[in-house]
DNA sequence: AAGAAAATAAGTATTATTCTTATTTAGTAA
DNA sequence: TTACTAAATAAGAATAATACTTATTTTCTT
């Protein structure tokens, strides 16, 4: 049994995620359940791995196979984005509306970000060439906020 | 002893990576030479092991440790980029102009594309919050032109 | 031509992901 | 409820992708 969410959106997701899960056929189990929760609440972007060291706390006997079966899953059912990396460890996000990845380049953390000038732009001409667009997304990378603050604390040290 | 490029483009990326190894201090080996030149010469973005199988012919006893390693190498002094994807083989290119790319949803071939207004663009102020950007792209899926003529002809095929 | 430092090949090791199979569980209908 | 069936899980084995270790070879310099 799940534990009660604080916050109300991701209750919601959850709930969502219930019926969905009814309507595709797909049984409701522990372990999807706390998958999907878990993920949810994950703003970092997680990969299967540390998916699964985070649910062992909730779930002992849980099995690492399970994690990356059960993504695969919400995946082929368009429950979750698989994203774009150059880690070599795939990495997750549960669907949300459309939005852009910063990457920063010395943590490989992954931070959300909204576009909206460049959702509505129009793509460019040259692109028929090749092919019918369904989705787009930008990737941008530097260094986070975050990880400035920890180098400038360093240098300070080396400072004083 | 490499041989002769037809395409004077390629002609001209390998001098200048003659030039930049020894810059570099990075020895110019038969092993470098041909992995950075097969990779100039690929438009579809090869992983590690596809380089290998067609640097194969050229130098039969090249393991495919050197072929990453030499990868790694060449991206640490920034001659070449690790693509992101969602797929678990890592695909290379060799650093280009800024440019962008397609990715087909059903054959994973990727496509490079201009988008200049794109690259002019100024990116979004909430951005400042989450860290500073040093790089941007877009990645555009869909499905490619020669996925779907192929699609057509089975289509053809039952239809007649 | 000789020597030092760096790079390679081969084999081994590690990491990431997937498969196999016996057991358990969710959903359903009596 | 209970019993049944199909689907899902856990555990361990297997495979795939990448990295490490070391003896040998090569490049670059002198
Ligand atoms: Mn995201
Ligand atoms: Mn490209
Ligand atoms: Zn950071
Ligand atoms: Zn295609």
């Not at 972007?45 to 909730?58: C, F, T, V």
Request: charged share 30%; net charge positive.
């Amino acid at each position: 049994m799940s534990k009660k969410e604080k916050d109300p959106k991701i209750q919601e997701k959850i709930t969502e995620f219930k019926n969905l899960c009814n309507a595709l056929g797909l049984k409701l189990t522990h372990q999807r359940l706390e998958i999907f929760s878990e993920l949810c609440r994950s703003v970092d972007h997680p990969s299967a791995e540390i998916l699964y060291k985070r649910l062992l706390k909730r779930i002992s006997t849980l099995s690492l196979d399970t994690v990356y079966r059960t993504l695969m899953t919400f995946k082929e059912y368009g429950l979750i984005d698989k994203i774009e990396t150059t880690e070599n460890q795939s990495r997750f996000e549960v669907k949300m509306s459309t939005h852009h990845h910063f990457i920063c380049k010395n943590c490989n953390k992954i931070y959300d970000f909204d576009w909206k000038d460049f959702d509505e732009s129009a793509l460019p001409d040259n692109l028929s060439n090749i092919g019918g667009v369904i989705h787009k997304s930008v990737i941008v990378y530097g260094y986070c906020n975050a990880c400035d603050e920890k180098k400038n604390e360093k240098v300070n040290k080396l400072r004083f």
